[in-house]
């Protein structure tokens, strides 16, 4: 008898950023079978992106338990999640290389035949770059979430393509989207906000991101009597999922913004209540937007091009420029598009996952347990591939430990933790301070 069905379904969700446990926690809660208590444990895989105390409020995620681990010792904790403590449902909420090593490394902790759980996986949000290397490092898992029925398509057409099994693809929608409807322009004294959806690392230059910083400071001093926010992910010092080398909060302290301009940090969703304009790049927080039915514009400035992922918003009818914008234009989406992007905001949102829980259900109530993980990179058909990846995370060819790894039987004590977080700072002020001096030497 799956645990499930005699005390609260018990989920553990692996995370390494602050986006990622957001997405992974929240997904956690949406997929699990309806009407069922769930008890739910995050591990923090200890990395670059790890998120700080500060990130973790921001998100608004609770969990009953949660705590930073390495890849080891992870696996360690998995190993000995039996009986009463066994987990019903394990979210990966991981980069591709660190899902693959995860699938191997389980795959041997349960390779004695134990009661397992299910494996769910999926991307925080627009799939952009990498489609084929990130799917089939994903590969293996029991559920591959596709947050759109584009997404859905493309997924199965990469692995029915490499003759892969695609019945793991399971169409969902981002985790993250609701809140009230855009109500229209304010009345009284709230003033029409515009809201610049910052992104760590796009643009990447420090030329393209001084641009974007000074075109919206403009639009601010050509309309005095709106508040432009520039909405921020991160503190300095502070990693999210992507490197961000030049954090606009340095690029600002050479400007002169006026008093209608300022930079906003918090939850997203509360942002956007009162955002009468959303424009970015090409953020995942752009469908948060539509799904809100706010007025929303994805930049042409820089071009549209893969690099940035505005290209997927191609079809959309929210590409538009500054000049556009301080001229007054006011973007209309197109119904098609917004519709097979998983944003649903008739009232479609609320059945997006029943399909992902029906699936979770069958699973948790299969006949002699699921059977063994089989991701389609193998020590046989990526014998060049995948040794690389496993040893990222201290694992060998076969998901066994590597000789050397980080010790896993205890958890740390002060000294080890002082000692990871000077590690970590020091990582830290290298990305963000001494790399870029060195690509600038270089460029002499």
């Not at 302290?253 to 209608?260: C, L, V």
């Not at 591939?385 to 010790?407: N, T």
């Not at 080890?416 to 830290?428: C, D, E, F, S, T």
Request: a neutral charge; charged letters at 25%; one cysteine or more.
């Amino acid at each position: 008898m799956p645990a499930s069905a005699t005390k609260a379904l018990r989920v553990a969700v692996l995370a390494d950023s602050d986006t990622r446990w957001k997405w992974g926690a929240l997904t956690a809660t949406r997929v699990c079978p309806g009407d069922t208590e769930i008890h739910l444990d995050g591990y923090l895989l200890r990395g670059r992106a790890t998120p700080t105390a500060r990130q973790l409020e921001e998100v608004g995620v609770s969990a009953d338990s949660l705590r930073e681990v390495t890849a080891v010792e992870f696996l360690r904790a998995m190993a000995g999640a039996r009986g009463e403590d066994s987990y019903d449902v394990l979210v990966l909420a991981l980069v591709g290389g660190g899902v693959q090593a995860m699938l191997h490394g389980l795959g041997r902790v349960w390779q004695d035949g134990a009661e397992r759980p299910v494996v769910v996986t999926g991307y925080v949000g627009v799939v952009y770059e990498k489609l084929a290397d990130g799917l089939l490092l994903r590969h293996g898992a029991d559920l591959v979430l596709a947050n759109s029925r584009q997404d859905a398509e493309r997924f199965r057409a990469v692995y029915e393509g490499v003759g892969a099994d695609a019945a793991a693809v399971t169409e969902v929608a981002l985790p993250f989207l609701g809140g009230a409807a855009y109500a229209g322009e304010p009345e009284g004294d709230r003033p029409y906000t515009v809201v610049f959806a910052a992104q760590p690392s796009v643009p990447d230059s420090r030329k393209d991101r001084t641009y974007l910083l000074e075109r919206l400071i403009r639009h601010a001093r050509l309309h005095p009597e709106r508040e432009v926010l520039l909405k921020l992910r991160s503190k300095p010092g502070e990693h999210t999922t992507h490197i961000e080398e030049l954090p606009y909060q340095k690029l600002v302290q050479r400007a002169d913004p006026p008093p209608n301009f300022r930079l906003v940090y918090g939850h997203m969703g509360e942002v956007l209540d009162r955002t009468d304009l959303l424009v970015t790049v090409s953020s995942t927080a752009a469908l948060e937007s539509l799904h809100r039915r706010i007025p929303t514009v994805v930049l042409s400035d820089l071009g549209v091009r893969e690099a940035l992922g505005n290209h997927h918003f191609v079809g959309s009818g929210c590409l538009a420029s500054w000049d556009q914008l301080d001229a007054g234009h006011r973007p209309a989406p197109d119904p098609e598009w917004v519709a097979r992007q998983g944003v649903a905001a008739d009232g479609g949102y609320e059945t997006a996952f029943d399909e992902a829980r029906g699936r979770i259900a069958a699973l948790l109530a299969r006949p002699g347990g699921l059977p063994p993980l089989a991701p389609y990179y193998t020590p046989v058909t990526a014998p060049g591939y995948l040794p690389g990846i496993l040893a990222r995370h201290h694992l060998a060819p076969d998901g066994a430990p590597l000789p050397g790894a980080p010790a896993a039987d205890r958890a740390p004590g002060p000294v080890r933790q002082v000692v990871r977080r000077a590690a970590r700072g020091a990582y830290r002020h290298g990305v963000q301070r001494v790399a870029p001096v060195i690509r600038r030497m270089g460029e002499l």
